[in-house]
């Protein structure tokens, strides 16, 4: 699926990839992880590859996507997706990233999916400004969710509903 073209880069589009796809090296402050628990060996994840086509056709892998299923309830319009991203450091704050994520809502919502949500650190900026240019609506603060090497730390959640 192809987004608009961000002037002077190119047209950002998304591709669904395996698990084992090779993915751009995106790592930041935000991956510090410590050890991982033993049973997110089960998780079952989608990803996309994010691309950017250039003028001369020439096409670039920037970062990827992910999606997990959260259930809020044992009926099929309780599941939800949670969608994550990471963009590879010399593409991040152009634009790259809203255009991404508003593309994965609408792919998912074109599948039924009603919710499509994210989760970010209360300290990333830059991921909650850009999950409001691609739509999504703040809903509040999860308090006590993420667990990384230097301890534990509240997150907001961020939706987009079909
Ligand atoms: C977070 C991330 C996915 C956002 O994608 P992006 O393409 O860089 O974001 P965009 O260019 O769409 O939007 C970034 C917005 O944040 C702002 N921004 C960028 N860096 C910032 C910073 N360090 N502090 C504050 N604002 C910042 C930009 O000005 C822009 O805001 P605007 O639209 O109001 O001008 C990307 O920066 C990234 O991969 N970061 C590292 C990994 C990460 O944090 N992943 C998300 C974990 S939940």
């Not at 086509?53 to 309830?73: E, I, K, N, Q, R």
């Not at 990233?97 to 209360?122: F, K, M, P, Y």
């Not at 809903?139 to 961020?158: S, T, V």
């Amino acid at each position: 699926m192809t987004g608009p073209a961000i002037p002077g880069l190119g047209a950002v589009s998304i591709r669904s990839i395996d698990n084992d796809h090779p993915r751009p090296e995106s790592s930041s402050t935000w991956d510090d992880w410590g050890p991982m628990a033993p049973e997110v060996k089960d998780m079952v994840m989608e990803r996309w590859l994010i691309e950017v086509t250039g003028d001369d056709g020439a096409v670039v892998p920037v970062g990827d996507l992910s999606a997990h299923v959260v259930w809020y309830g044992p009926t099929p319009g309780s599941r939800a997706l949670n969608i994550g991203i990471a963009i590879a450091e010399p593409y991040r704050g152009r634009g790259i990233g809203s255009i991404a994520q508003r593309l994965l809502a609408e792919v998912l919502h074109a599948r039924g999916v009603v919710r499509v949500e994210a989760s970010t650190d209360v300290d990333n900026v830059a991921e909650q400004r850009s999950l409001a240019r691609a739509g999504f609506a703040f809903e509040g603060i999860i308090r006590c969710a993420q667990a990384r090497n230097d301890g534990l730390h509240d997150l907001q959640g961020w939706a987009h509903i079909e």
